[in-house]
């Protein structure tokens, strides 16, 4: 779980644009960060285990 801190920091505007850091929309971890999904690796294999994200399914081959 991301600092208290460094998650409201993240709400406001950065000063200069390569401070911008993406953040995960649950949890506010920083690392691991999906694009596409707005979230961290691990609550992305969370919500898609559970069947919350449409369109994910779990690869085997």
């Known amino acids: 779980m991301a600092r208290k801190s460094k998650i409201?920091?993240?709400?406001?505007?950065a000063k200069f644009k390569v401070?911008?850091?993406n953040r995960c929309k649950?949890?506010?971890r920083s690392?691991?960060?999906l694009r596409d999904f707005g979230l961290c690796r691990i609550c992305?294999?969370?919500l898609?285990?559970?069947g919350k994200?449409?369109?994910?399914?779990k690869a085997s081959w």
Do not use: D, L, T, W
């Not at 994200?53 to 399914?57: K, L, T």
């Open 8 to 13: 409201e920091r993240a709400k406001y505007p």
């Open 19 to 21: 401070r911008v850091r």
């Open 26 to 28: 649950m949890c506010g």
């Open 31 to 33: 690392r691991g960060y």
């Open 44 to 46: 992305f294999r969370f």
């Open 48 to 50: 898609a285990n559970s």
């Open 53 to 57: 994200i449409p369109g994910v399914v």
